[in-house]
């Protein structure tokens, strides 16, 4: 195979991973290569559409840190047998019966 400088070449990793590189250079022994993603460094822009705003849970909120710092770590599980008030119940809804 003739390589060339820019092109993508694919690598495999001694646990079998497959790994994209790109050819920056090819003057020196050995090649210089680039395993960045080919759009690290570019302006990205993203149209979303925000289906649904809820507010934050306290387990959210215990986890929020100041800018800069170390996050916390995970709140401790709680029991999964909770019981549901009236605010939390959501109604069930059944489909209607053919006759």
Known sequence: MDVQVGMIVGLITPEGNK??????????EPMAMDFNHPLAGKDLTFEV????IRD????ELAQLTPAGSEPRPPAPQQSTAQ?????QSTPQQTAPQQK
Not at 19 to 28: E, F, G, S, T, Y
Not at 56 to 59: G, M, N, V
Not at 83 to 87: G, H, L, N
């Open 56 to 59: 934050a849970t306290k387990e």
């Open 19 to 28: 790994i994209p590189a790109r050819i920056v250079q090819l003057d020196d």
């Open 49 to 52: 559409e925000i289906v649904k």
């Open 83 to 87: 019981q549901s008030t009236p605010s």
